[in-house]
């Protein structure tokens, strides 16, 4: 069973940066995807970024593109998300999760707070 663990929330002034990191456990058969869905209180869960396993491919959605960067770590299962000029509207819960042959995987969510 794929389980996964997070860390790296907190908060911080607009223009700051912080890095999330995600790492999985588990088997998870070689192919999958693995990225970040966000949740601002009383907001829809929406997709932020994600990166192929085995080729790297990044996608962002259009509000953090130039700002987030997401990054992996093959050796010990972790996907990183590098977030550069956070502003105010970046502020939620922030859920790493993995997609694969048996389905979603989610994270326990962490908190970025982004204060004006």
């Known amino acids: 069973q794929v389980q996964l663990v997070e860390s790296g929330g907190g908060s911080v002034q607009a223009g700051g940066s912080l890095t999330l990191s995600c790492t999985a456990s588990?088997?998870?058969?070689?192919?999958?995807?693995m990225g970040w869905f966000r949740q601002a209180p009383g907001k829809e869960r929406i997709f932020v970024a994600s990166?192929?396993?085995?080729?790297?491919?990044?996608n962002y959605v259009d509000s953090v593109k130039g700002r987030y960067t997401a990054s992996r770590n093959n050796a010990n299962n972790t996907v990183y998300l590098q977030m550069n000029s956070l502003k105010p509207e970046d502020t939620a819960v922030y859920y790493c999760?993995?997609?694969?042959?048996?389905?979603?995987?989610w994270g326990q969510g962490t908190q970025v707070t982004v204060s004006s």
């Open positions: 999760y993995l997609n694969y042959i048996r389905g979603v995987v």
């Open positions: 588990g088997r998870t058969f070689g192919r999958y995807t």
């Open positions: 990166i192929d396993w085995n080729s790297g491919r990044t």
